[in-house]
């Protein structure tokens, strides 16, 4: 256990339903980082929050896609009408620091699997 | 644009032995690499790294070799344990930029 808590650990919706799902990062830590990994691959950056302000988004995060970080603690990915090509994990992680080189805990992450 | 690449996607060694994983990469500009390693239905989590300023870095079973101009990194583990069979991912730093993973499977 990183520390870091991912909700609901598995989410099965139908296509074209808006789902969401949460992070809580481990406390002190100020950056939060969101990845998708499909079958077979790494994980891959979606985007990421340092405090409450989202500094860099991936051209993954379609206009469907939706993350924030309100008060610089938990944060929330939200995906409209989803579609099949979103089934995937989901997975947030969180480090302390600025620079780069800090150490990423992740959660266990959500997975999706869009009907 | 795959920046970091892991080209075996699996590996099995024997107890005892060396588990030797590699990892290339194509963005001279990577300077801080990342081992992770994960078990089913968990998160990945930190193994080791290495800053572009080394060439080795060594926490106990674990080394990691950095061949900057060959743009190569590599995760020896020796012995290799049974606890070891994951799948393990290199990473270059920042917003992470993952290796499709290689799975290592010990065999008593």
């Known amino acids: 256990d990183t520390g870091v808590s991912q909700n609901p650990r598995h989410k099965i919706t139908k296509r074209g339903q808006n789902v969401t799902f949460r992070c809580d990062p481990i406390?002190?830590?100020?950056?939060l980082y969101w990845y998708r990994q499909t079958l077979g691959q790494g994980p891959e950056f979606l985007t990421y929050?340092?405090?409450?302000?989202?500094?860099?988004k991936s051209r993954l995060l379609s206009d469907r896609f939706s993350a924030e970080r309100p008060k610089g603690s938990f944060s929330t990915l939200e995906i409209q009408r989803t579609e099949q090509g979103d089934s995937a994990m989901y997975l947030c992680?969180?480090?302390?620091?600025?620079?780069?080189?800090?150490?990423?805990?992740f959660g266990p992450g959500t997975r999706l699997l869009v009907l | 644009d795959q920046q970091v690449k892991q080209n075996s996607p699996s590996l099995s060694v024997q107890e005892g032995r060396i588990s030797i994983l590699n990892c290339d990469y194509t963005?001279?500009?990577?300077?801080?690499f990342l081992w992770y390693k994960k078990y089913p239905a968990e998160g990945p989590t930190f193994l080791i790294s290495?800053?572009?300023?080394?060439d080795k870095n060594e926490d106990g079973r674990f080394t990691v070799f950095l061949n900057k101009s060959a743009k190569h990194l590599s995760l020896h583990i020796v012995p290799s344990q049974p606890g070891d069979s994951a799948v393990y991912f290199c990473?270059?730093?920042?917003?992470?930029?993952f290796g499709a993973g290689t799975q290592v499977v010990v065999t008593p």
């Open positions: 963005n001279s500009m990577f300077d801080y």
């Open positions: 929050f340092q405090n409450e302000a989202q500094l860099e």
């Open positions: 290495i800053s572009s300023i080394k």
């Open positions: 406390s002190e830590h100020n950056r």
């Open positions: 992680a969180s480090s302390l620091g600025s620079g780069g080189t800090e150490t990423q805990y």
């Open positions: 990473a270059a730093r920042g917003k992470l930029q």
